[in-house]
């Protein structure tokens, strides 16, 4: 069965750590993204990147980065948590051309 | 800027209705306009899609209906049961433009009372 895996499904972090979400897709898939989710706001871009060690601005960037080593992981990385960053956090990848995404579960993180 | 307006925010429909939910969009570069089904704790999963080219598509209960000229498209879910809770999003894109990134709309909570 195909998927895409995040490594945690809840994370507590204190205001000002470095936060890292993993994610692992098995479907070697090229695009992959990072959204995350809010009551009331839906689905909202931070990162994509369609190819290793390529990334582009989503709608969302600030405060965040990415990273890409290998075709099937993208990190999501938070530099200095803050606690507007508390959310659901979802990876998504799909192949070229196609806009099919496999969402992962999900990785909730509250900074506290 | 929103690019795609989803409505209502919730919907309660009784077991065996018809729900209904609207999306519009401004950018018509849009292409591609797929609907995606959230349950508790689960990441979206695509539900059904449809291209511009077609103005209905139909999977089962789930009916996509698109109006071009009111850049429009709605999701119809035909005899609605309890198993159709969910939230769902609207989403848009131009393919073949690269890996931009789907613009989703902000989701209806749809409750279907037995």
């Known amino acids: 069965d195909v998927k895409v895996t995040q490594s945690s499904r809840y994370l507590v972090k204190r205001t000002g750590e470095k936060v890292f979400l993993e994610c692992v897709q098995d479907?070697?898939?090229?695009?992959m993204f990072w959204y995350r989710q809010d009551p009331g706001l839906g689905l909202r871009l931070i990162y994509f990147?369609?190819?290793?060690?390529?990334?582009e601005k989503g709608d969302i960037p600030e405060g965040y980065s990415v990273s890409r080593e290998k075709k099937e992981r993208f990190s999501l990385i938070l530099e200095s948590a803050s606690t507007n960053q508390t959310s659901m956090y979802l990876c998504a990848s799909s192949p070229v051309g196609n806009y099919g995404y496999t969402f992962g579960s999900g990785t909730r993180l509250t900074v506290v | 800027q929103q690019q795609v307006k989803q409505s209502p925010q919730s919907l309660i429909v009784q077991k065996g209705g018809i729900s209904i939910i609207n999306c519009a969009y401004e950018?018509?570069?849009?292409?591609?306009f797929p609907w995606y089904q959230q349950f508790p704790g689960k990441g979206p999963a695509l539900l059904i899609a449809?291209?511009?080219?077609?103005s209905e598509k139909k999977e089962g209960r789930f009916t996509i209906s698109f109006n071009k000229s009111a850049k429009q498209f709605s999701l119809h879910i035909m005899d609605s049961q309890p198993g159709d809770s969910a939230t769902y999003f609207c989403?848009?894109?131009?393919?073949?433009?690269?890996?931009?990134?789907?613009?989703f709309g902000k989701g209806t909570h749809l409750i279907i009372q037995p």
């Open positions: 479907m070697d898939h090229e695009n």
């Open positions: 950018n018509t570069a849009f292409d591609y």
């Open positions: 990147s369609y190819d290793v060690k390529m990334k």
């Open positions: 449809i291209r511009p080219d077609v």
């Open positions: 989403a848009a894109t131009v393919s073949g433009g690269g890996a931009d990134g789907l613009t």
